[in-house]
C-alpha cells in the first residue's frame, strides 16, 4: 500500500529585530542631517503667504506684444536673443504681502546684456507693485501666476513729432507702429526750487500710432508673469 509521502516542513526565518532596528535609527538620523543643514526655512514650502510677510518674488513685465521688457529670470533673456528688443535684467523683487507701497514710483536697478550702459534704474509703478503684493497673498513658495494690469492700455501720450525727438533723441526720429523706445519718468511732477536735477527712471514704450504730425507712446505693460521663490513669515 502506498502511502503519502511526507513533505519536511519549512522552517520559518526569524527576523532580526536588532538588525531592523539599527537600519532605522541609521534612516532617522539621515533625515535629521539633512533637515539640519536646510534649518527652518523648508517649512516654508508647505506655507502660504500671509499679509504682512516678506516675499521675494520673480517676475518678467510683458508689454503688448508680449515682448519681455524686464525681468529677473535669466532664461527669458536668453531665450529672446533679439538685440532689438530692450529687455532689461534685474534681481528678484522684496515686496511684504498685500501691503501698499505708498510709492507712485518705485526704481529697481537693471542691466541690459546687449549694451555698455551698466547699471541703471527702471521705474515700476506702485500699483503694479502693489498688484504683485496683493496678489501672492495664499501662493506658497515655488508656485506661478500670470497677472493682468487692467490698465496698462491707459497709459499712453500722445505728442508731436518735435517733442517725440526732444525726449527721445535724433536716433527715433523714424521709428514705425510697434517699436520700442526708451522713455525717462521723474519721481517729481513739479521742478523744484533749488535747480536740483530731478531723479529719472527708465522705462520702455511701445509705438501705438503714429502720423507725419504727431506719435502715440504706450508705457503700460499689460502682462506681469511671477513666481514666490522665498517666503519670510517671521
Same mark, same amino acid.
Given at each position: 500500500?502506498?502511502?503519502?509521502?511526507?513533505?519536511?516542513?519549512?522552517?520559518?526565518?526569524?527576523?532580526?529585530?536588532?538588525?531592523?532596528?539599527?537600519?532605522?535609527?541609521?534612516?532617522?538620523?539621515?533625515?535629521?542631517?539633512?533637515?539640519?543643514?536646510?534649518?527652518?526655512?523648508?517649512?516654508?514650502?508647505?506655507?502660504?503667504?500671509?499679509?504682512?510677510?516678506?516675499?521675494?518674488?520673480?517676475?518678467?513685465?510683458?508689454? #503688448?506684444?508680449?515682448?519681455?521688457?524686464?525681468?529677473?529670470? *535669466?532664461?527669458? /533673456?536668453?531665450?529672446? %536673443?533679439? @538685440?532689438?528688443?530692450? =529687455?532689461?535684467?534685474?534681481?528678484?523683487?522684496?515686496?511684504?504681502?498685500?501691503?501698499?507701497?505708498?510709492?507712485?514710483?518705485?526704481?529697481?536697478?537693471?542691466?541690459?546684456?546687449?549694451?555698455?550702459?551698466?547699471?541703471?534704474?527702471?521705474?515700476?509703478?506702485?500699483?503694479?507693485?502693489?498688484?504683485?503684493?496683493?496678489?501672492?497673498?495664499?501662493?506658497?513658495?515655488?508656485?506661478?501666476?500670470?497677472?493682468?494690469?487692467?490698465?496698462?492700455?491707459?497709459?499712453?501720450?500722445?505728442?508731436?513729432?518735435?517733442?517725440?525727438?526732444?525726449?527721445?533723441?535724433?536716433?527715433? #526720429?523714424?521709428?514705425?507702429?510697434?517699436?520700442?523706445?526708451? *522713455?525717462?519718468? /521723474?519721481?517729481?511732477? %513739479?521742478? @523744484?526750487?533749488?535747480? =536740483?536735477?530731478?531723479?529719472?527712471?527708465?522705462?520702455?514704450?511701445?509705438?501705438?500710432?503714429?502720423?507725419?504730425?504727431?506719435?502715440?507712446?504706450?508705457?503700460?505693460?499689460?502682462?506681469?508673469?511671477?513666481?514666490?521663490?522665498?517666503?519670510?513669515?517671521?
Amino acid at each position: 500500500m502506498k502511502g503519502f509521502r511526507h513533505q519536511p516542513s519549512e522552517k520559518k526565518e526569524e527576523k532580526n529585530w536588532t538588525k531592523i532596528g539599527i537600519v532605522a535609527i541609521c534612516v532617522l538620523m539621515a533625515v535629521f542631517m539633512v533637515v539640519s543643514m536646510f534649518g527652518m526655512s523648508w517649512l516654508n514650502i508647505f506655507t502660504q503667504a500671509k499679509p504682512g510677510n516678506t516675499a521675494l518674488v520673480d517676475f518678467t513685465f510683458r508689454d #503688448a506684444q508680449d515682448r519681455p521688457v524686464v525681468t529677473s529670470v *535669466l532664461s527669458v /533673456i536668453t531665450k529672446a %536673443q533679439d @538685440p532689438k528688443v530692450m =529687455t532689461f535684467k534685474a534681481n528678484p523683487l522684496p515686496v511684504r504681502v498685500n501691503v501698499s507701497s505708498g510709492e507712485d514710483l518705485i526704481p529697481i536697478q537693471v542691466v541690459n546684456p546687449y549694451n555698455e550702459y551698466g547699471v541703471m534704474e527702471f521705474g515700476l509703478f506702485g500699483p503694479e507693485v502693489d498688484m504683485i503684493s496683493n496678489s501672492i497673498a495664499g501662493m506658497g513658495v515655488g508656485e506661478s501666476k500670470v497677472l493682468t494690469y487692467p490698465y496698462a492700455g491707459q497709459m499712453s501720450r500722445k505728442m508731436s513729432i518735435e517733442q517725440f525727438v526732444n525726449i527721445t533723441g535724433e536716433s527715433y #526720429a523714424n521709428v514705425q507702429k510697434g517699436d520700442q523706445v526708451p *522713455l525717462a519718468f /521723474i519721481d517729481q511732477p %513739479q521742478i @523744484p526750487l533749488d535747480n =536740483t536735477t530731478p531723479t529719472s527712471y527708465l522705462r520702455t514704450a511701445t509705438v501705438v500710432d503714429r502720423d507725419a504730425s504727431n506719435i502715440t507712446l504706450n508705457y503700460g505693460y499689460p502682462t506681469v508673469e511671477i513666481t514666490l521663490t522665498k517666503l519670510t513669515t517671521s
